[in-house]
């Protein structure tokens, strides 16, 4: 199966590219395709991806899920051939 | 010296009269009303008597510093101006970063509190304590750069720094702005045409002072470690990659970049506006507001023929980029960047400019305004063109452009019932660039608050979800409030989630702070901003005390409202807001009317106000205002 992944500013500073095709060999969530990338690109990236607690662990999220023409959640099934993109969640007006 | 943070000296000055003044208010004063919207809310409503409108001379405008400002952290480099809005009528506090309010501070003044109307034009010159009202008649009717250098040679003071209004000020246009150090905007709500109004060209401050800080060594840590959190940062490394037009691609990509005149939410050529084709082409240099890393300022330069940029004065921003191009489908860079260069020379919101324009071009295409009104613009949808020429023409107040210098409800209300359905308003001010059907709770926002649809009043909805991305910010947990909410539901919960979110917004200013620094997702958290205030000032600052600071502003905003006749019928949004979106990821979303109408009566019981939305007497003691209650009852 394959997924394209889309890169805005800033997660594309850190891919250093804009997009890419992740090819799996199972059905992913949303949230488990985010973990793979978090595992792939490092703790900065985690660091944009998740809302930590005070004691370091994972409390939520900060980014917001396109997939195709519509936002997504995160126990959301990906088929192959989705286009998902990754959206800093924007806050503040 | 007893005070930190602040200086406990208030510049008062008649520009009738030209008497200058000094007030001392001391330190409870201070405690309560803490600075920037406050203090200028708290003057002009013990100076403003019923009937006393924007432009006549016993109006008052405050320029407010907080005891924040001018100390050496990211974020506290704002300041605000307050007074009575040509553009609606109601009181709006109006902030701005840049330079002006740290060296205001330095000057040795927290606030500068104007009354009257000068015979001819004059500028305010503040040098410490060397304060002096000069003539401006040589620079009256120049482009702000001309202007800050004419004043700048007339002082002698290279590095003075000048908060100005342009030609558009000048000529009382509705949404005229003002702007310091050339680039920064006390944007929205024509405050321009204020000091317009009263022969007041510009405000130059140069002082040689230190703010007095508590504990030295607290804030020093504090700012050091501002540099570890905000490399972590996803939403600040955006802003200091791209600035804030790096938020194009991801509004247009989640179908909310509001586009031809709010009729949709994506638009096709949102790629030649982006952060990142503005990086590509025409970016000059990454810039900053006092002692602030984030360095958010994108400037930018051009020497094409015709399009011809120059740096001076700064670069467009998201709001600018988003009213001046996508509301008017136009999406030529080079365009789009030229005519927000305009707006800043000239001195006109880039906002209500895009707005009206796009409001025009609407009107229009669908014979609102006839060719021979238009006097020769081609006023149709991604003419690029038309767009120059009706900035001029708004500017100068010649031919269609004085109809539209007057603001989108004046205008539509001249041009009749047909062309009052387009107006994208509330109580007369046009909307940012965030659309209420794609945030529903910037619908209530737009709605309900009393300085009109200011879009960084509360934080939004993005990323709360209770079935998907549960993000309630940690700062809204700190008060007590733990709900999640579906980002599309319009409903009493998220009435109290508004509310939550705009007392947080409201001591941002109040205490002058950077929203983007310090808004739940930025650098700053709650805790910070705590132990910030207390290394500043001293004073052991809780959760619950910002939340009152919060609520003291929006009430007293609320009260002159009241005061000025301006009730609950203005808590609403215009017709556009419940039709759907035509195409996008959100196709189809709209407001519904009727829940809007809950949501905004919930609100008002959340807030302790009446079914009218009169704050009770009982909410105003509490806040320490039983001073307005007593006007509320004497109605004046």
Not at chain 2, 69 to 74: E, K, Q
Not at chain 2, 156 to 173: C, H, R, S, Y
Not at chain 2, 384 to 408: F, T
Not at chain 2, 522 to 533: A, C, N
Request: contains cysteine; glycine residues 10%.
């Amino acid at each position: 199966m394959e997924i394209k992944v889309h890169y805005l500013s800033p997660f594309m500073e850190i891919t250093e590219a804009k997009n890419e095709i992740i090819k799996t060999k199972k059905e992913l969530t949303i949230a488990e395709l985010l973990e793979q990338l978090v595992e792939r690109y490092g703790e900065r990236f985690a660091k944009f991806i998740y809302r930590y607690d005070a004691n370091k662990q994972i409390e939520g999220y900060r980014v917001i899920i396109k997939k195709n023409d519509y936002l997504a959640k995160k126990d959301d099934f990906i088929k192959d051939g989705d286009q998902i993109t990754l959206i800093t969640a924007i806050i503040g007006g | 010296m007893s005070s930190f943070g602040y200086n406990n000296r208030i510049l008062m000055v008649n520009l009738s009269s030209g008497e200058i003044g000094l007030e001392h208010p001391g330190d409870a004063f201070y405690r309560r009303y803490v600075g920037g919207a406050n203090l200028g809310a708290y003057y002009l409503l013990k100076n403003w008597k019923k009937g006393i409108g924007a432009l006549d001379p016993e109006n008052t405008i405050v320029f407010a510093a907080s005891p924040l400002t001018g100390t050496p952290v990211p974020g506290f480099s704002r300041h605000s101006v307050v007074s009575v809005s040509p553009l609606t009528g109601t009181i709006v506090d109006s902030e701005a970063g840049g330079y002006f309010g740290p060296e205001l501070k330095k000057a040795g003044y927290d606030a500068v509190v104007i009354t009257g109307k000068a015979k001819k034009p004059v500028y305010l010159a503040i040098l410490d304590d060397k304060v002096e009202l000069k003539s401006a008649e040589n620079i009256w009717g120049r482009v702000t750069k001309e202007a800050e250098m004419g004043i700048r040679k007339d002082l002698k003071e290279d590095k003075a720094i000048v908060t100005q209004i342009g030609p558009a000020g000048e000529n009382l246009v509705s949404f005229a702005c003002i702007v310091n150090n050339l680039k920064h905007f006390n944007g929205r709500g024509g405050l321009g045409a204020v000091m317009g109004s009263k022969n007041l060209k510009a405000i130059a401050v140069r002082g040689s002072k230190k703010v007095n800080v508590f504990n030295e060594e607290l804030l020093r840590e504090k700012v050091k470690s501002f540099a570890g959190k905000f490399k972590d940062n996803p939403f600040n490394n955006l802003l200091n990659r791209l600035g804030t037009a790096g938020v194009t691609t991801l509004q247009n990509t989640d179908g909310q970049l509001p586009t031809k005149n709010f009729q949709t939410g994506v638009f096709s050529k949102a790629e030649n506006l982006s952060g990142e084709k503005i990086h590509e082409t025409i970016f000059h240099r990454a810039e900053a507001c006092y002692a602030c890393s984030v360095r958010c300022k994108m400037t930018v330069s051009n020497e094409t023929e015709g399009f011809e940029l120059d740096p001076a004065y700064g670069g467009p921003e998201y709001e600018g980029i988003s009213a001046l191009g996508p509301y008017t489908e136009i999406g030529d860079l080079l365009t789009v960047a030229k005519a927000n260069e305009m707006c800043n020379k000239y001195g006109l919101d880039a906002v209500s400019m895009g707005s009206i324009a796009a409001f025009a071009m609407e009107c229009y295409e669908k014979g609102l305004i006839k060719k021979e009104e238009a006097e020769g613009i081609e006023l149709v949808f991604g003419n690029n063109e038309a767009l120059i020429q009706l900035i001029k023409a708004v500017k100068e107040r010649k031919g269609i452009g004085n109809l539209l210098a007057d603001g989108i409800r004046k205008a539509a209300e001249k041009m009749g019932k047909e062309a009052e359905k387009l107006a994208v308003h509330v109580k007369g001010m046009d909307f940012a660039a965030h659309d209420p059907r794609a945030k529903v709770s910037f619908g209530l926002a737009y709605a309900v608050q009393p300085i009109g649809p200011d879009h960084i009043g509360h934080f939004g909805d993005p990323g709360l979800s209770p079935d998907g991305f549960d993000n309630v910010p940690d700062q809204l947990n700190s008060f007590g409030f733990y709900d999640t909410h579906s980002p599309d539901d319009l409903d009493l919960g998220k009435a109290a989630f508004f509310y939550y979110g705009q007392m947080i917004n409201s001591f941002h200013d109040v205490f002058d702070i950077c929203t983007f620094t310090s808004v739940p997702g930025g650098t700053w958290e709650l805790s910070d901003i705590l132990e910030l205030i207390k290394a500043i000032t001293g004073w052991n600052y809780s959760a619950w005390e910002l939340m009152k600071l919060g609520e003291r502003r929006v009430n007293m905003l609320k009260v002159f409202n009241v005061l000025n006749g301006i009730g609950a019928e203005e808590d609403r949004l215009p017709p556009r807001m419940f039709e759907p979106f035509q195409s996008g990821p959100r196709k189809g979303a709209k407001i519904e009317k009727e829940a809007l109408e809950k949501t905004i009566k919930a609100y008002y019981q959340v807030a302790g106000w009446d079914s009218s939305g009169v704050p009770g007497k009982a909410k105003l003691i509490e806040l320490g205002l039983g001073w307005l209650s007593e006007r509320l009852e004497k109605k004046e």
